[in-house]
């Protein structure tokens, strides 16, 4: 059986793939035949991303392309990862940022030596020139834990706000129960409800101070960059966190968490600049309609616990007229996965 699968969707990355997939080329050469495997999904991209693709399936040992014939966003790319995906343990990178050498190896002893459901790691952001360490926030390390401990407090940062999938390992019995899928159609936050079901419905999970996978920051084409429909998608992300989270037998204890984290993740998108004024519109009236939805009581409670700056807003917002029906028929529908770009 193959040990690792590493899952590696691109869309649109020609300058910096080279890079990427020269790492998994090093890393290729830690493990034997039939050992790892590369799945390189091809989101149809449109800018010789496609090319660079093809010639890596023949010079990277163990590495598959699968191509999307319309474009599907990350959490669809993931997925068809997965469903091709044959090893007892997986793991993600994106198609922009890469792996220091003999990472793959030591990721995959570290898991194999604990045994657990999944494993996070550490992480080098790479702006320009700049590094900088990113540490899980879980200070025990080296230790099998119980997901749902690292969960709480509400008001401090947990393991369930540090999303990156690619900053880990999970092993097959996650794939095999459903748990490692995420919600195709999402464009952004897509990790955000995947996190959290993980640490919700999993039986065990590390983390260690592996610090091989490298995230480039400031990509141009990079959706945090871009200020289009596609953003809003982090609405229905949290919308599906807090729904899921209602349900779960521990609600009246794992809620707070998650409507002060929505409320915090509100606050960011607003005061943001990347949004042109039709889309801020736009954004404004379906953020206080989620401030709405969600529990009143538990959304006064995460207000108060902010600062005065970050609560001000929210509060006004929340309070602000609800906006028509013939205002929100106006109101354009999130771009479907294959009518958007990424």
């Known amino acids: 059986m193959v040990k690792l699968s590493v899952i590696v969707p691109f869309r649109n990355v020609r300058p910096y793939a080279p890079d990427?997939?020269?790492s998994l080329r090093a890393n290729s050469a830690d493990f034997g035949k039939g050992d790892i495997e590369f799945i390189l999904v091809?989101?149809?991209s449109t800018d010789g991303t496609s090319e660079l693709l093809e010639r890596a399936e023949k010079e990277i040992p163990g590495s598959v392309v699968v191509r999307h014939r319309t474009q599907g966003g990350v959490?669809?790319?993931r997925n068809t990862g997965l469903d091709a995906a044959r090893g007892r343990y997986v793991a993600f990178l994106d198609g922009d940022d890469w792996a220091a050498p003999g990472h793959y190896r030591e990721l995959l002893a570290a898991a194999e030596a604990l045994g657990c459901d999944f494993l996070r790691t550490d992480h080098v952001r790479s702006t320009g020139?700049?590094?900088t360490l990113a540490r899980a926030p879980e200070g025990r390390r080296g230790t099998v834990l119980n997901p749902r401990d690292a969960i709480l407090p509400a008001h401090r940062t947990t393991a369930v706000d540090y999303a990156y999938a690619w900053a880990g390992v999970y092993h097959r019995r996650l794939l095999d129960s459903g748990l490692l899928r995420f919600d195709d159609g999402l464009h952004t936050a897509e990790d955000r409800p995947w996190i959290w079901r993980l640490h919700r419905e999993a039986a065990s999970f590390a983390v260690v101070g592996l610090t091989g996978v490298f995230y480039r920051r400031g990509v141009a084409t990079s959706l945090t960059r871009i200020g289009d429909e596609r953003q809003l998608d982090f609405l229905r992300a949290y919308?599906?966190?807090v729904e899921e989270t209602s349900r779960d037998r521990e609600a009246a204890a794992l809620l707070p968490k998650a409507v002060r984290t929505y409320c915090a993740v509100i606050h960011h998108h607003?005061?943001?600049?990347r949004f042109e004024?039709?889309?801020r519109r736009t954004l404004r009236a379906r953020c206080a309609a989620a401030l709405r939805r969600m529990p009143g009581d538990l959304v006064s409670q995460a207000l108060d616990s902010m600062d005065a700056e970050r609560a001000a807003p929210l509060r006004r917002l929340r309070h602000r007229p609800s906006v028509s029906s013939a205002v929100s028929?106006?109101?354009p529908p999130a771009a479907s996965p294959a009518e958007a770009a990424r």
Request: positive net charge; proline residues 4%; charged residues 40%.
């Open 42 to 44: 091809d989101d149809f």
């Open 277 to 279: 004024p039709r889309l």
């Open 270 to 273: 607003l005061t943001g600049d």
């Open 129 to 131: 020139r700049r590094r």
């Open 75 to 77: 959490a669809r790319a």
């Open 329 to 331: 028929s106006a109101v």
């Open 239 to 241: 919308d599906l966190l």
């Open 20 to 22: 990427t997939l020269r």
